[in-house]
């Protein structure tokens, strides 16, 4: 069973609502080691809220509550997350016009 060093997961979202930045694809593990979220906005901050979604149901916030990152700002969440198959970190983004440029780093295991 190997280690795989990788970005899970990157982009930019610029819509408000929910976009998945990572699900552990069957029949790995992982364990989630930093999510950097950056406001790439020139005009408008952008508040956002992190989950861990489990395959099972429910939600556990794994950020502050409705986080303001201003505009060129940054939000680094560097607690070490695991994830199971099918569980998925996602991010909830509101107000107005946001451009939220994100990166999801860790590791899967077979």
């Not at 930093?34 to 395959?55: C, H, K, M, Q």
């Amino acid at each position: 069973m190997a280690f795989v060093i990788k970005a899970l997961g990157s982009g930019t979202y610029m819509l408000t609502g929910t976009k998945d930045l990572y699900v552990v694809p069957v029949p790995k593990s992982a364990l989630v080691t930093s999510v950097r979220l950056a406001n790439e906005s020139t005009a408008n901050s952008a508040t956002v809220n992190l989950y861990l979604i489990p395959s099972t149901g429910g939600t556990a916030r794994i950020a502050d509550k409705d986080y303001v990152i201003a505009v060129g700002a940054m939000l680094l969440m560097e607690d070490i997350v695991t994830l199971g198959q099918g569980d998925k970190i996602q991010m909830q983004v509101v107000g107005t016009s946001p451009t939220v440029g994100y990166i999801v780093n860790g590791v899967e295991r077979d």
